[in-house]
T-cell receptor, first 113, second 114 residues
Framework: AQSVTQLGSHVSVSEGALVLLRCNYS??????LFWYVQYPNQGLQLLLK??????LVKGINGFEAEFKKSETSFHLTKPSAHMSDAAEYFC???????????FGKGTTLSVSS | KAGVTQTPRYLIKTRGQQVTLSCSPI?????VSWYQQTPGQGLQFLFE???????NKGNFPGRFSGRQFSNSRSEMNVSTLELGDSALYLC?????????????FGPGTRLLVL
């Protein structure tokens, strides 16, 4: 069965520092992987997704993620954090039937000046 | 295009009551999914509808039900509310049924059960 583990429920960085949010997945079929962001009192916004092809995926707001099959990882990075990046981030994998997203527990990103 | 809309945005009910939440997908999207978000359990899949048919259902009791109309709008109903049903209920739509398709989420309905 598919599952997602996000390492670190809370990550704190300084403005301008590298952002690294970790995600490992388990999947019995080639995975479809997603990163979503949630700002307070809002729904989820897609940052980026991996389906097939290029393993380095670029998303919105300067974020990118690399699919590493050998490590079953899909970590999210951003070279330079902005205050506006403070939010909760969710990694997700499609279930085997492709009909539902299975989410990790989420990582809250705090950015200090 | 307008995004996914959900009504109402906030709702307060008491135990034992029932509630109906509404979701209007992005125009042209035929698939609607529902998720429950709580601090303890995180984001959990409730069910998905495609062209008025339920295609998949998560591990929730029968008190949770849904339906989809011919215009793709969807409703979910929770009967005999329990305190543990307090949550943010998120609706998501996508254009087709392919697994690679992006699901676009609405702002959610926050339900508080007293």
């Amino acid at each position: 069965a598919q599952s997602v583990t996000q390492l670190g429920s809370h990550v704190s960085v300084s403005e301008g520092a590298l952002v690294l949010l970790r995600c490992n997945y388990s999947s019995s079929v080639p995975p479809y992987l997603f990163w979503y962001v949630q700002y307070p009192n809002q729904g989820l916004q897609l940052l980026l997704k991996y389906t097939t092809g290029a393993t380095l995926v670029k998303g919105i707001n300067g974020f990118e993620a690399e699919f590493k099959k050998s490590e079953t990882s899909f970590h999210l990075t951003k070279p330079s954090a902005h205050m506006s990046d403070a939010a909760e981030y969710f990694c997700a994998v499609k279930n085997q039937a492709g009909t539902a997203l299975i989410f990790g527990k989420g990582t809250t990103l705090s950015v200090s000046s | 295009k307008a995004g996914v809309t959900q009504t109402p945005r906030y709702l307060i009910k008491t135990r034992g009551q029932q509630v109906t939440l509404s979701c209007s997908p992005i125009s042209g999207h035929r698939s609607v999914s529902w998720y429950q978000q709580t601090p303890g359990q995180g984001l959990q899949f409730l069910f998905e509808y495609f062209s008025e048919t339920q295609r998949n259902k998560g591990n929730f009791p029968g008190r949770f039900s849904g339906r989809q109309f011919s215009n793709s709008r969807s409703e979910m109903n929770v009967s005999t509310l329990e305190l543990g049903d307090s949550a943010l209920y998120l609706c998501a739509s996508r254009e087709s049924s392919g697994p690679e398709e992006t699901q676009y989420f609405g702002p959610g309905t926050r339900l508080l059960v007293l």
